[in-house]
T-cell receptor, first 113, second 114 residues
Framework: DAGVIQSPRHEVTEMGQEVTLRCKPISGHDYLFWYRQTMMRGLELLIY????????DSGMPEDRFSAKMPNASFSTLKIQPSEPRDSAVYFC???????????FGPGTRLTVL | AQSVAQPEDQVNVAEGNPLTVKCTYSVSGNPYLFWYVQYPNRGLQFLLKYITGDNLVKGSYGFEAEFNKSQTSFHLKKPSALVSDSALYFCAVRALTGGFKTIFGAGTRLFVKA
């Protein structure tokens, strides 16, 4: 398996623009997680899905953030409109069953100017 | 609410010496505990986990961790450090009840000097 795939790897955009981050989890995994990592706040869980259903989105910063998982092999995290404080590395991770370890993607480094 | 504390921002150790990276947690009920490592510009990689059973857990790259329920700790250890072990280490806890959210610690940077 290729592991968790994220695209793009780097994204530079201007404030106010819409940003869409993409994730393909490992085949057969039933949990998918979106995280944000910054120097100031560390690693934060934004939202996670179980069998394509959002379970907990309490970490989503505000209404500008939204996430979808239309099928078992694809998820998106959208920021609209983007702001400079959204600049961070966004990770997607997947796991099989709640007790198991998570497999992280390489991350998307987002810079909002 | 569940939480994880990694009391040291950085740990420095000489190559060949034993290393310990500390982690304490707070969770209602029994926890799942994990250690992950992150190298520069990479995602986190799983090292080891404790679910149940033997308190001493062995993982990848010669790392091990000991679950101590009375002290609510899960310290990461390695008998002999390598320069290549230098990285950022994260402890994580997942509760068995109330959802399966995983909480990560702030991370500890390990620096192994040759």
């Amino acid at each position: 398996d290729a592991g968790v795939i994220q695209s793009p790897r780097h994204e530079v955009t201007e404030m106010g623009q819409e940003v869409t981050l993409r994730c393909k989890p490992i085949s057969g995994h039933d949990y998918l997680f979106w995280y944000r990592q910054t120097m100031m706040r560390g690693l934060e869980l934004l939202i996670y899905f179980n069998n394509n259903v959002p379970i907990d989105d309490s970490g989503m910063p505000e209404d500008r953030f939204s996430a979808k998982m239309p099928n078992a092999s694809f998820s998106t995290l959208k920021i609209q409109p983007s702001e400079p404080r959204d600049s961070a590395v966004y990770f997607c991770a997947s796991s099989y069953l709640a007790s198991n370890e998570q497999f992280f993607g390489p991350g998307t480094r987002l810079t909002v100017l | 609410a569940q939480s994880v504390a990694q009391p040291e921002d950085q740990v420095n150790v000489a190559e060949g010496n034993p290393l310990t990276v500390k982690c304490t947690y707070s969770v209602s009920g029994n926890p799942y505990l994990f250690w992950y490592v992150q190298y520069p510009n990479r995602g986190l990689q799983f090292l080891l986990k404790y679910i149940t059973g033997d308190n001493l857990v062995k993982g990848s790259y010669g790392f091990e961790a000991e679950f101590n329920k009375s002290q609510t700790s899960f310290h990461l250890k390695k008998p002999s450090a390598l320069v290549s072990d230098s990285a950022l280490y994260f402890c994580a806890v997942r509760a068995l009840t109330g959802g399966f959210k995983t909480i990560f610690g702030a991370g500890t940077r390990l620096f192994v000097k040759a």
